[in-house]
């Protein structure tokens, strides 16, 4: 069989192709030697999270924009009906990446389980035939934690900053971060050896909210919304397949989703509870240059379960039965097969999370069955929407069906598949489960006579479900209040559902109501009192309402149950040092990294607690390299590793680390102020003016920016009006702003810039009399500053000292009389003083006009010799020059009320 679909192979080979095939045609070639040219080329796995397939043009979709996947279909091989075994994102990937079902690998839900170590990855086997292997995930829900990252070199599973609990298992980034990771991988790929690259992509999942512009082409309803994440991530997948398609070796590219997702069909919304096609069909889209002919499409259903099979096949690499999928290759090469596949389906998560009963279905292209404990069974032919259960009326197919259900499970089911619980799990773990009420699929409770009770079905509890969802998704989108509100009603009529309980108490501390959570996050552990989620979360809750010995015992006892939690075991860390039991608190944040070394938030907390509390900077740092080490590009530790540097005196090497810093999020402001500090240190003045621009840009209204950009720019002749033009809005945003500057003068006491900038922050604040002194200061040290004398004349105006300021100001013109700004201001409290006897208009006329033909192109000056005009009567004049003025500034609403006011006194003069 193998040598005949081999054969069949090169009759599709597109001529001129880099593997060349097509040479080789009349020549026969063993199937030996299409493996030698099939493994020499590269493997890009692509996963869609939560991907219907009408939300793709190549699958009918309407009112998409899906280029990239379309191109790739019509360029490749569309699977029109793949089925995925289970509609959530872990166990649906580790049946991918397995080639198993969920009743062997073991993983069944999102984040309880962990693959076993007994059964293979695609990436093993690949790295095994030489392949580098790397791989990009899009949320937590696939941390390597999970037990997928096994056979990968490099497995990306950065996610922002998150908190240390059930929150920690939300977190995503998006589809451009996620490229521009996968891009990096590529890049440092030698053409001498053939990579796998898997690279997965979880925008579609909710809350949907797609990133400008696609977020204003899909406007309306959630569904459009999705459209419009489905939109932005086919963008991202074009830039990534278009770099793959640039490399020397070609590269196989195979893209799937996960699971779909559900708008209201029966009543499901999202997915994970119910089986029908709206959450378990996932477009499949295979693109093999020269192996596959482009265009094909292929009606019979598939698997995602045939993937490895499938490349096992071209890639030559043995499967053991553990691998119960097929290979895909005969429906590629339209071979009819000897027996029709069949799909297992499993949802354990309406038991594992509700209590509810759990769902397993077997599907076929013609016909689905749902074993459940109201069972249905649908024919495709006659109904492809499963919108009438036809268990009744096709009574013997449907029990054939569930015949053959048995029967697969009963064959297929592996050791570490066959209880519902985390793979490779022991005594402890078991325990824990037990009492969990999740051993060999147990509910949550028993009847008084030790027999399970009759769980009940999932699909009478979709509007619960539904509510939960929209509920959680509040909460994503930072609505605490309404989340509360959602999950208060559902708690009415759910009172003993700890998964409800569990989110209301987290909306609860989102809306820092810290004892209304605690309140019902014991309610639910009195209802389930190994629920380690909830008492985690508890500890996190008493931790943020200072309760620290009551977060230590909480702490404590979810490590009865859990001794491995890194949330239990960081926390409790964290809890001893803020109860000042450092010794302890050493000892548990030891014991914390050695069992979780992947929770990175635990080991930031556990650096702080080093360098603060401990003194031990250098152990700090070592941490924070630790975890730059794996992610030299992770902002909490670059800042962190450039803070503790600052602390210890290391200015260079705080410069270095605050750059990483800067480069991973450019606009953290954060960063500014001590990288522009270190730069200061190190003498490097024009990368610290650079920095501190660019935070003034960033947030022009943050006075400390404001304050230090004035500090650096007032020693350097150039800035000093840019100084005080910068201290001056740091003024305005913050009064208080000005008490900082003066802390700049007592690093640099003895600079005059520095001082002239404080007189001028203090002028601007309305402190004349301590600017004055200021400016006074500097003239006796300086006679000839005459920047500093005119400075000085204005205050002493501003304090009416009419006579001192004169005095002053002419005092400058002495020494320098063509100096445009102190003409301008001597004429300006000429013509402005609200002392008559001060009031000189024809001097004010002279020296305005002086100014302005020093700098005919400045407002300000036009301004002040319209008003010299407009005092000796010149009315034409004075418009003439304010009608300048206000060309000059276009947006200065004043100008432009004086121009008319001005109009109006002429026609009245004459």
């Known amino acids: 069989m193998r040598t005949r679909r081999f054969e069949r192979i090169l009759a599709v080979i597109v001529p001129g192709a880099i593997l060349s095939f097509a040479m080789l045609a009349g020549c026969g070639p063993s199937p030996n030697t299409i493996r030698q040219r099939a493994a020499a080329t590269n493997f890009l796995l692509v996963t869609l999270d939560t991907t219907r397939p009408d939300a793709l043009g190549c699958y009918g979709g309407k009112r998409v924009e899906t280029p990239n996947l379309d191109r790739l279909a019509r360029s490749g091989v569309r699977f029109d009906c793949a089925v995925s075994a289970v509609p959530l994102t872990l166990p649906s990937h580790a049946t991918i990446l397995t080639g198993s ?4 690998h073991g993983v069944r839900n999102n984040g309880t389980f962990r693959l076993s170590d007994k059964i293979p990855t695609l990436a093993e086997r690949l790295k095994a035939k030489g392949f580098s292997t790397g791989a990009v995930v899009g949320a937590f829900v696939l941390d390597a934690s999970f037990g997928l990252v096994r056979g990968f070199d490099e497995y990306d599973d950065r996610m922002p900053s998150r908190e240390m609990g059930r929150r920690a298992f939300k977190a995503e980034r998006r589809a451009e971060e996620v490229t521009a990771s996968a891009l990096a991988f590529l890049q440092r790929q030698s053409e001498d050896r053939p990579f796998m690259l898997w690279v997965h992509y979880y925008d579609p999942h909710s809350p949907y909210a797609p990133p400008s512009p696609y977020a204003e082409r899909f406007a309306g309803d959630p569904r459009r919304a999705y459209d419009g994440e489905v939109a932005y991530m086919d963008s991202e997948v074009g830039r990534l397949v278009d770099a793959a398609s640039r490399r020397r070796r070609p590269t196989i590219t195979l893209v799937l989703a996960d699971h779909g997702e559900a708008f209201g069909e029966r009543g499901e919304t999202n997915h994970g509870m119910l089986l029908y096609d ?3 069909r996932v477009p499949m889209i295979l693109h093999a240059p020269g192996i596959a002919k482009a265009g094909t499409s292929v009606a019979s259903m598939v698997r995602t379960v045939d993937v490895v099979p499938t490349l096992a096949e071209i890639y030559d690499f043995p499967v053991g039965p553990e691998v119960q999928g097929r290979s895909l290759w005969p429906l590629v090469l339209g071979e009819t097969e000897p027996e029709p596949r069949e799909a297992y389906l499993e949802t354990y998560a309406p038991e594992l999370e509700f209590g509810w009963s759990p769902l397993r279905a077997i599907r076929t292209t013609a016909s689905k069955l749902i074993d459940a404990p109201d069972g249905e069974f649908f024919d495709f032919a006659s109904d492809p929407r499963e919108e009438r259960n036809a268990i009744a009326v096709r009574a013997a197919d449907a029990a054939a069906a569930r015949a053959r259900l048995d029967a697969l499970v009963a064959r297929d089911t592996c050791a570490d598949g066959r209880e519902v619980r985390p793979a490779a799990a022991d005594e402890e773990t078991r325990r824990r489960l037990e009492a969990l009420g999740y051993a060999q699929g147990a509910p949550a409770a028993s009847t008084t006579n030790g027999e ?9 509890k979709v509007e ?8 959680n998704g509040l909460i994503l989108a930072g609505k605490a209040a309404e989340a509360a509100s959602v999950f208060e009603s559902l708690a009415a009529t759910e009172a003993t559902n700890v998964k409800v309980l569990d989110s209301l108490a987290e909306a609860y501390s989102d809306a820092n109501r810290l004892d209304d959570a605690e309140r019902t996050l014991k309610k639910a552990i009195a209802i389930r009192p190994a629920y380690v989620d909830a008492i985690t979360d508890l500890g996190l809750v008493q931790f943020r309402a200072k309760k620290f010995e009551d977060a230590n015992e909480t702490y404590a006892k979810a490590l009865e149950f859990d001794p491995r939690s890194g949330a239990a075991l960081f926390g409790r860390a964290r809890s001893l040092e803020q109860l000042g039991r450092n010794d302890d608190a050493l000892a548990a944040y030891r014991k914390a990294v050695d069992a979780a070394p992947a929770n990175v938030d635990g080991r930031l907390a556990y650096a702080t607690f080093l360098s603060s509390r401990m003194n031990r900077k250098d152990d700090a740092q070592a941490e924070l390299l630790a975890i730059l080490k794996k992610d030299s590009g992770f902002y909490p530790a670059a800042f962190d590793l450039g803070m503790v540097r600052v602390s210890t005196g290391d200015w260079q090497g705080a410069a270095e ?8 999020v450019p606009r953290d402001p954060r960063t500014y102020l001590p990288l522009a500090a270190a730069y200061e240190h190190t003498n490097q003045m024009d990368r610290a003016r650079d920095v501190l621009l660019q935070a003034v840009e960033i947030d022009g209204k943050n006075p400390a920016v404001l304050c230090h950009l004035g500090a650096v720019l007032a020693p350097r002749e150039r800035g000093k009006d840019a100084a005080f033009g910068y201290f001056s809005r740091a003024i305005q945003a913050n009064p208080d702003a000005v008490e900082s500057f003066r802390g700049s003068l007592d690093e640099w006491p003895n600079s005059i810039a520095v001082r002239i900038t404080l007189a001028q922050a203090l002028s601007a604040a309305g402190r004349n009399e301590d600017a004055a002194k200021e400016f006074a200061i500097v003239v006796g040290k300086e006679p000839k500053n005459f920047q500093a004398r005119e400075y000085l004349g204005v205050v002493q105006s501003n304090l009416k000292r009419y ?29 402005t003083a609200d002392d008559p006897s001060v009031r000189k208009p024809a001097a004010a006329v002279e020296l305005a006009e002086r100014a302005v033909s020093l700098q005919p192109n400045d407002a300000g000056f036009l301004d002040t010799l319209s008003r010299a005009y407009e005092s000796v009567g010149s009315f034409d004049k004075a418009l003439d020059a304010m009608q300048r003025a206000s060309k000059l500034a276009p947006k200065d609403a004043e100008m432009k009320k004086r121009v008319a006011d001005l109009e109006a006194r002429r026609k009245s003069s004459r």
Do not use: Q
């Not at 079902?101 to 062997?104: A, D, E, G, L, V």
């Not at 680390?657 to 991973?664: D, F, P, Q, V």
């Open 803 to 831: 006579a001192d300021a004169e005095s002053t100001l002419r005092h400058v013109l002495e020494e320098a009389p063509n100096r445009a700004s102190t003409l301008n201001e001597l004429a300006w409290m000429l013509v």
């Open 452 to 460: 399970r009770p009759k769980l009940e079905d999932p699909k009478k």
């Open 464 to 471: 619960v479900f539904a509510k939960f969802s929209y509920g």
């Open 101 to 104: 079902y969920p009743i062997c």
């Open 657 to 664: 680390a605050l750059e990483i810093a800067r480069r991973s």
């Open 278 to 280: 709206t959450t378990t």
